[in-house]
């Protein structure tokens, strides 16, 4: 049986914007909130906001819920991450009720539903018929009465998703990376800011923005403790992502879909699905303004390194920022006996390394251990759509990602990829982009 309506007066669709105001909404995005270099200067941060984790404003007084009420979960997206996210939204408040589940395979959604019920008891209130399974799930779970959404898919699909979650008003927890090309990563800034001017709130798995002893450090280099960072270095050696059985006559849609984390067409490669984390880390130790230019190092195909899939076994790339500032970028997946994450700032009265926690190759001070990092997002998220205020992290989320895929596609053309040049995209191209993706 269907659980009752959620007594949250049902959020008005937010109307897609016609072709001539998406181009401008697109632009003025990219110009206000990803600080191109030479034309917007960035605002002055206080030291505060330097180790906030993410843009909070206050909406009007009063939330949306009274305190019996429901916040109502839909998922997109059923595997690991997806399922893990509805956990910790359950967590967080006990409002919380998980209603919708949709992804491309049914196992996802059976195994998804079996952990949900047997963790969350009551509160999984997703019978049969909400439970979503094919290319179209994502708008069913969009359309079936939720207040939240979660976007867990591939991450090539999630421009599409995210559009179709801010026109219906839906609250969102977006996944990172927001997309893995540049018309995807478009699309996603502009529904972002959509999102953002209609009241809805959005937090991104960018989770480590969250993160106590990480704001802390970051917050001392901002504040000058190792002077004027010059350059960042984010390198990181993981070995194999994980991997999936498929069915050998499984078509190649399906073997690509099952192990989208190893196919660049899904998942955008290493640098731009995993590194992009690191890449935010950097840009927020250099004050989150985009580089001025990436440059492809080298990459090691993945035949003959012990990789799997079709991704680079190792990606690296330099980008250089307009006041001469520099950031090292590298990440290697693939079968290798030593694991190896090295980030650090250098800066002209010493080092920071983040993974250390030290500074100047000394312990600093540091917060205690707060909620996860995962768990503080949702946390966070949670409260913020309970007590109607703003928490969006759409500009960090689409800036970081659009500054990864810039490294892609150096690292993959073998020449220099200007921000301006992606940042003044043609608008056209994004709207190539808008059939939906499978």
């Known amino acids: 049986?269907?659980?009752?309506?959620?007594?949250?007066?049902?959020?008005?669709?937010?109307?897609?914007?016609?072709?001539?105001?998406?181009?401008?909404?697109?632009?003025?995005?990219?110009?206000?909130?990803?600080?191109?270099?030479?034309?917007?200067?960035?605002?002055?941060?206080?030291?505060?906001?330097?180790?906030?984790?993410?843009?909070?404003?206050?909406?009007?007084?009063?939330?949306?819920?009274?305190?019996?009420?429901?916040?109502?979960?839909?998922v997109v997206g059923c595997g690991g991450r997806g399922t893990g996210a509805a956990l910790l939204a359950a967590a967080a408040s006990p409002a919380v009720r998980v209603v919708a589940l949709g992804d491309v395979f049914a196992d996802q959604v059976d195994s998804s539903?079996?952990?949900?019920?047997?963790?969350?008891?009551?509160?999984?209130?997703?019978?049969?018929?909400?439970?979503?399974?094919?290319?179209?799930?994502?708008?069913?779970?969009?359309?079936?009465?939720?207040?939240?959404?979660?976007?867990?898919?591939p991450p090539h699909v999630r421009p599409p998703h995210l559009e179709a979650a801010v026109a219906a008003g839906k609250h969102v927890y977006c996944e990172k990376?927001?997309?893995?090309?540049?018309?995807?990563?478009?699309?996603?800034?502009?529904?972002?800011?959509r999102g953002r001017a209609a009241g809805?709130?959005?937090?991104?798995?960018?989770?480590?923005?969250?993160?106590?002893?990480?704001?802390?450090?970051?917050?001392?280099?901002?504040?000058?403790?190792?002077?004027?960072?010059?350059?960042?270095?984010?390198?990181?050696?993981?070995?194999l992502p994980w991997r999936r059985p498929v069915d050998a006559a499984a078509a190649d849609g399906t073997r690509r879909l099952r192990n989208w984390i190893s196919s660049a067409e899904c998942s955008g490669g290493h640098l731009v699905e995993h590194h992009v984390e690191a890449i935010d880390r950097a840009l927020w130790l250099l004050g989150?303004?985009?580089?001025?230019?990436?440059?492809?190092?080298?990459?090691?195909?993945?035949?003959?390194?012990?990789?799997?899939?079709?991704?680079?076994?190792?990606?690296?790339?330099?980008?250089?920022?307009?006041?001469?500032?520099?950031?090292?970028?590298?990440?290697?997946?693939?079968?290798?006996?030593?694991?190896?994450?090295?980030?650090?700032?250098?800066g002209t009265r010493g080092s920071c390394d983040l993974v250390a926690g030290t500074i100047g190759g000394r312990s600093v001070p540091l917060p205690a251990a707060g909620p996860a990092r995962y768990a503080a997002v949702m946390d966070r998220l949670v409260a913020a759509v309970l007590s109607g205020r703003l928490v969006h992290e759409g500009e960090s989320l689409c800036r970081s990602t659009l500054v990864?895929?810039?490294g892609r596609v150096a690292a993959e053309s073998g020449r220099p990829v200007a921000w301006a040049d992606v940042a003044r995209a043609d608008v056209a191209r994004a709207d190539e982009a808008r059939g939906e993706v499978a």
């Open 113 to 153: 539903a079996d952990v949900l019920a047997a963790r969350i008891g009551d509160r999984f209130e997703c019978p049969a018929a909400s439970r979503f399974v094919g290319a179209d799930a994502y708008r069913q779970v969009i359309d079936a009465g939720v207040d939240l959404v979660i976007l867990a898919g």
């Open 200 to 239: 809805l709130s959005l937090a991104s798995g960018l989770c480590f923005r969250h993160d106590p002893r990480t704001a802390a450090l970051v917050g001392l280099v901002r504040d000058g403790a190792i002077g004027r960072i010059l350059a960042v270095q984010a390198h990181a050696a993981i070995g």
């Open 288 to 346: 989150d303004i985009p580089p001025a230019v990436a440059e492809g190092r080298f990459e090691i195909p993945s035949a003959g390194r012990g990789a799997i899939g079709d991704c680079p076994a190792r990606t690296a790339v330099r980008y250089r920022f307009a006041d001469g500032r520099s950031l090292e970028a590298s990440v290697e997946r693939c079968e290798r006996s030593r694991w190896r994450i090295e980030e650090a700032a250098i």
């Open 1 to 74: 049986m269907r659980s009752e309506p959620s007594r949250l007066a049902p959020a008005s669709r937010v109307a897609a914007s016609p072709a001539g105001a998406a181009g401008s909404s697109r632009r003025s995005f990219l110009a206000r909130s990803l600080v191109v270099p030479g034309v917007l200067a960035p605002a002055a941060l206080s030291p505060a906001v330097a180790a906030t984790a993410a843009v909070a404003a206050a909406a009007p007084a009063g939330g949306l819920f009274a305190g019996t009420e429901r916040l109502r979960i839909g």
């Open 404 to 406: 990864a895929v810039m």
């Open 177 to 193: 990376p927001a997309a893995i090309d540049v018309p995807g990563a478009v699309r996603a800034a502009a529904a972002a800011a």
